[in-house]
C-alpha cells in the first residue's frame, strides 16, 4: 500500500488499475480464477472451482507472466509516475474450501482453510520480483518449472518450518502418462478360447462356407478388444476389412452402419465431396469391380444420397426400394468375395436400425457358400435371429477370471509386493471387467496414489474405497473433471457432436484456432479419453467407450448443450448443405436437443419420412412422436396447429402396418379435435378418412361406415380425389366384412371403375395400389357368392396389375383375394400357393396386420391340405397377434377356422370352445357372414357329438343366413350337411331334397365340397 500512500484517490487509481489489469490478465491466461481484487493485490484460484489435472503448474506460469508484465510496466511507471514498481507472488496448494455467496445480482466464492493461508504467507515471506511457493505445490510442477530450494523456511502461524522453493523460470515439459501412452493399448490377456473360435471361422470363411460370429457381452467386456485384437492380427492377412458400428440414436436413422461402412472404408468418400464427384467414386469402383454390377449402381448412390432426384430408383415403392437395396450390398460383398476373403464388422448391433438388421439377416442367408466372415457384437439384452442357422456361433464372453484379472494388473502396475492390497482391491471392484480394471487405475495414477510408469507403479500413499470411483461413470466422471479447461471443453464439444466426431465439424465448432484444437486432441488421445479411427482421407476420432461420450455429455451445463447443439446444426448445414438427407437424424437430434424446435420439427418430419419410405416403421414412429414434441415448444398459431394434425397423420400411417391400434386411436382423437378447432374441413375429411379404417379393424362397423360418408361427403365437396379413393378401400371393408358385398362392391367398384390407365399406379399415399386392392376384395366378395369365373378374371386383374407395377405390397393383396377365391371352391392345394405368395411377396413379412389377415386362411387352407398339425400352428399364431393387438374385424372367422381344425385333429372341447367364441363375436359385431360360418362349424360339432337335434337347429341357422346374403358355396355345404343328418334319421325323401339341392348348387359353381372331390369329376384342379 506504501506504492499508493498519501496520493489522491483518483491519482491511485490510476496507478493501480494497470496493475490490478496485468495481474489478473496474466491469471486468466493459464485460466485461472480471480477469486478477490484486495486493494494493491489479488487472489486467484487454479483448479478451483473447475479441476485442472495442472492446476500447479498454471499458477506457477501466471505468476512468472505477471512478474513479466509488471517488470515491463515498471519502465512506463517510473517514467509517468517517478515510482518504482514491483510485485510478490506466493503460491502453495493443497484441498481447499470454495463456497458461493450470492444472490441474483451478486455471486462471490470465499476460500478457507490452511492451504490459503499458507500461500498468503508465501506471498509476504517473497522478495519483490519473485515467486515462492511450497514443497507441496514443487513435487507437481517438478519439471514444468525451474526453482531453486530456499530451504526450510519458518512460517507464522506454523509449528514447524516448511521447505520454500523459489520458481525462476519455464522448465521442460513432460507429462507422468508419457511412457503409458506411448505404448499404446494396454495388455490384451485372456480370451484364449474365443480366439481360437475367431480363426476357425475364419478357416472356414476362406473355404467358402460363410461365417456369422456374434460376440455378446455387457459394456467394457472386451468385445470390440476382442474384435480389434483379431481382425488386426496376421489371421486376417490377405482379407479385405470392413468395420462399422452403430450411434446410439441408430435405431431412427435407417441403414447409418451399412452407409458409413460404405462412405468411409469402401468408398472412400469425405465431407469435400460433392453428389457428382460421389457418383465418380461409386461408379468406377463397381465398375472396376465387376461390370456386370452396374445395375446395383442406383441403391448405393442412394445410400450415400447422391442419386439424382429424376432417377427412376427414387420412384420405388418402399419394399421394393428395400429389396433392391440389400440385393445391392449383398450383392457387392459376395462378388469382393471372389477376389479376397471378406471380414466385415458390425459392432454395437443392439443399437442398429431394423433396416440394417434385415439386411444382415439378408446376407447371413445369402452368403452361406461365400468367403465372408461376418463378426457383429452386442450387449446381452439383445436377440438376434440367426441362431440355428449353418456356419453361426455365438461368442459369449463373460467377466475375465481372477487369473487373466491378476495377469492384467501385472502388466499394469507392476509385482511389487506393496502393490497385492491394491490388486486385492482393485479385483474386487472391477467384477472381471477389464474396461473397469483399465479406469480405476488410471483414477489412481492421475490423482497420485500411484507413480512410476505402466509396469513398474508403486503406491506412494494409502487410498480407500471414497478415493476410487464405484463405478466406470464415477472414474470417467472424475478423470474428466481433472483435465484443463480447454481439453475438458473441447471434450464436451467432441461429446455433444456425438460418439463418432469427423475433426473438422469439431474445429468448425469449437471456435479455438487448428493448432490449438490438435494439441488439444493430442492430449485427449494421450489419455486415452478419443482416439483416431481414420487418418485418410479426413480425421475423425471417436470415444474409447459409449460411457466416456455421455459422462463428458452430461458434465456440460444446460445451457451450454443449448448453445453447442445450436452451432452443430448451423455449422453441419454449411458443411454438408449438399447432402443434408445423408445427415437428417443427426440434424435431427442436434436441433431438438439444440431447441431449435421449428428446425427440430423440420429434420424430424424428413428423417420420419425417410424412414417411412424404407419401411423403418418402428423408427419412423420414434422420430414423428419427437416432432410432435418439438412442436408443443412452438407458439400454438395456425401454422403449427395444421403441423400437428399433419403429424400425427404421418404416426398413424406408420403404426398402420405395426398395428397399433390404441395409438393410432390417440393421435386420430387429437387429430380430430384439432380440425375441429381450426374448422379445416380437408383435415376433417382425411380424419374421418382414418376413423373409417381405424373402427373397421375394431369391428365398430356403424361407425366406420359413418365415419366414411363423412370422408366421401367432404372429397366431394371439396373435389379431393385422394380422398375419395382412399375412404373407398376401408368403406368397402366395413360391408365386406359383415357379408353385404354388394354394397361393398359400390365403393370397391368406384375405384376399380375409376383408377384405370395411369392412375391404376396410383398410390394416393397409400401403401396399396387402391385400384388392385379394390378388386382383390370384389372377387373376394364374388367367392363368398360362389361367382367364381368372374372372381378368377377379377382377381387376376388385381394381380396384373399389381406385377405391372412391380409393387410387392399390392402382389400380396392380390394373392390373398385369388387365395380365397380358390379356398371357397374348394382347391385347397392352389388356395396354399397363393397364400404361400401373398406372404412371400414381402407384404406382409414385417406387418402383424398383414400376417394376421393372410395366415388365418393359410392356416385353414394348410388344414385341409393334408398339413393340419402346421395349420393349427398358423391359425394359434395368427389369433395370438390378431388378440394381442386389438385386431377384432374377422376376428371371429378365425375362431371359427381354428375350430374347424380342432374338430379335425379330434380336440373336441378346444373346437367347441373356439366356435362358441367366434359364434358370439360375430353376433356382438353383427358380421353375419362369418355368423353364418361359426353355426355351420358348430353344427358340425354337434353331429360330432351325436346331438342331431342341436346340429341341425345350427345348420337351419347357417343355411337361413347364407340364402339371405347370397352365400351359395356355404348354402350348398349347410344343404348336404343338413341332408346327411336327415338321412341318419331315415327321413330319406327329405335328405334326397337336401342333396339335390347341394349337388345342383355345387355342379353350377364347378365347386368342391370341403375335403371332397369336385361334383363335376369331367373338371380338374
Known sequence: ????????????????????????EAVHHYEGMVNRVMGDGVMALFGAPVAHEDHAVRACYAGLRMQERISQYAIEARRLHALP???????????????????????????????????????????????????????????????????????????????????????????????????????????????????????????????????????????????????????????LLL?????????????????????????????????????????????????????IIPPMLDLLDALEAEHPFQSLDPIQHRQFTYQAITRLLLTENLRQPVVAVFEDLHWNDSLTIGLLNELVVDARDARLLLIVSYRPEYRDQWEGRPGYRQLRLNPLPSEDVSELLQGLLGSEPDLIPLKNFILGRAGGNPFFVE??????????????????????????????????????????????????RLLQDAAVIGHDVPFALLHATCGMKEDEVRGLLANLQASEFLYTTQLFPDIQLTFKHSLTHDVAYSGLRHARRREMHERVVQKMETIYRDRIDEQVERLADHALRGHLFDKAVQYLRRAGAKATDREAYPEAVVLFEKALEALSHLPDDQAHLEQAIDLRFDLRNALQPLGDRKRIARYLDDAEQLADRLNDKRRMGWVQSYFTEQFWMLGR??????????????????????????????????????????????????????????????????????????????????????????????????LQISEDHNHPFSIGYAHLGLGVVALRQGRFRRAVRSFERSLAAGAFAD?????AYVSLHLGYALTFNGRPSEGISILEESIRIAETRGFAARHSLRLAYVSEAYLLANRIEDALAAGSRALALARAHEESANEAYALRVLGEIE?????????????????????????????????????????????????????????????????????EPLVDSSTSE
Open 1 to 24: 500500500m506504501e506504492l499508493i500512500a498519501e496520493r489522491d484517490p483518483e491519482e491511485a487509481q490510476q496507478i493501480l488499475d494497470p496493475i490490478i489489469e496485468r495481474m489478473m
Open 85 to 239: 514498481v514491483t510485485l510478490r507472488v506466493g503460491i502453495n496448494s493443497g484441498e481447499i474450501v470454495v463456497s458461493s455467496i450470492g444472490n441474483d445480482l451478486f455471486v462471490d466464492f470465499t476460500v478457507v482453510g490452511e492451504t490459503a493461508h499458507l500461500a498468503a504467507r508465501m506471498e509476504q515471506l517473497a522478495i519483490p520480483g519473485t515467486v515462492l511457493t511450497t514443497a507441496n505445490t514443487f513435487r507437481l510442477v517438478e519439471g514444468y518449472v525451474e526453482a531453486k530450494p530456499l530451504g526450510l523456511v519458518s512460517v507464522k502461524g506454523l509449528g514447524h518450518p516448511i521447505e520454500v522453493y523459489e520458481v525462476t523460470g519455464g522448465g521442460a515439459e513432460r507429462t507422468r502418462l508419457q511412457a503409458a501412452a506411448s505404448r499404446g493399448l494396454t495388455q490384451f490377456v485372456g480370451r484364449d478360447l474365443e480366439k481360437t473360435q475367431l480363426r476357425q471361422a475364419l478357416e472356414e470363411a476362406r473355404a467358402a462356407h460363410g461365417q456369422v460370429v456374434a460376440v455378446v457381452g455387457e459394456p467394457g467386456i472386451g468385445k470390440s478388444r476382442l474384435i480389434h485384437e483379431f481382425v488386426h492380427s496376421n489371421d486376417t492377412d490377405g482379407c
Open 243 to 295: 468395420e462399422t458400428n452403430s450411434a446410439s440414436y441408430g435405431h431412427s436413422a435407417s441403414y447409418l452402419p451399412v452407409t458409413e461402412l460404405l462412405r468411409n472404408f469402401y468408398f472412400q468418400i469425405t465431407h469435400r465431396d460433392n453428389a457428382r464427384s460421389i457418383r465418380e467414386k461409386v461408379t468406377t469402383k463397381i465398375l472396376n469391380l465387376d461390370p456386370s454390377l452396374e445395375y
Open 439 to 488: 479406469e480405476i487405475v488410471r483414477a489412481l495414477i492421475e490423482t497420485n496414489a500411484l507413480e512410476g510408469t505402466r509396469g513398474k507403479y508403486q503406491l506412494v500413499r494409502q487410498i480407500s474405497e471414497t478415493e476410487v470411483p464405484p463405478t466406470v461413470q464415477a472414474v470417467l466422471a472424475a478423470r474428466i473433471d481433472a483435465l484443463t479447461t480447454a481439453e475438458k
Open 701 to 798: 362397423y356403424a361407425e366406420s361406415a359413418a365415419a366414411g360418408e363423412r370422408a366421401l361427403n367432404a372429397a366431394r365437396e371439396l373435389n379431393d380425389v385422394p380422398l375419395h379413393v382412399v375412404t373407398n378401400l376401408p368403406l368397402g371393408l366395413a360391408y365386406h366384412t359383415r357379408g353385404n358385398y354388394a354394397a361393398a362392391n359400390r365403393y370397391f367398384g368406384w375405384n376399380a371403375e375409376n383408377l384405370k390407365g395411369e392412375l391404376a399406379g396410383e398410390r394416393f399415399g397409400m401403401f396399396v395400389l387402391p385400384s388392385a386392392f379394390a378388386r382383390s376384395f370384389i372377387a373376394w366378395g364374388l367367392a363368398e357368392t360362389g361367382e367364381f369365373a368372374e372372381a378368377y378374371t377379377v382377381g387376376e386383374q388385381a
Open 847 to 851: 406387418s402383424p396386420v398383414g400376417f
Open 943 to 1011: 353331429r360330432r357329438n351325436g346331438r342331431m337335434v342341436e346340429s341341425r337347429s345350427r345348420f337351419d341357422a347357417a343355411l337361413r343366413l347364407s340364402r339371405e346374403m347370397g352365400m351359395r358355396p356355404l348354402e350348398a355345404h349347410c344343404d348336404r350337411a343338413l341332408g346327411q343328418i336327415l338321412e341318419a334319421e331315415r327321413q330319406h325323401e327329405a335328405a334326397e331334397a337336401f342333396r339335390e339341392r347341394a349337388t345342383t348348387l355345387a355342379r353350377a359353381m364347378s365347386m368342391h365340397f370341403w375335403g
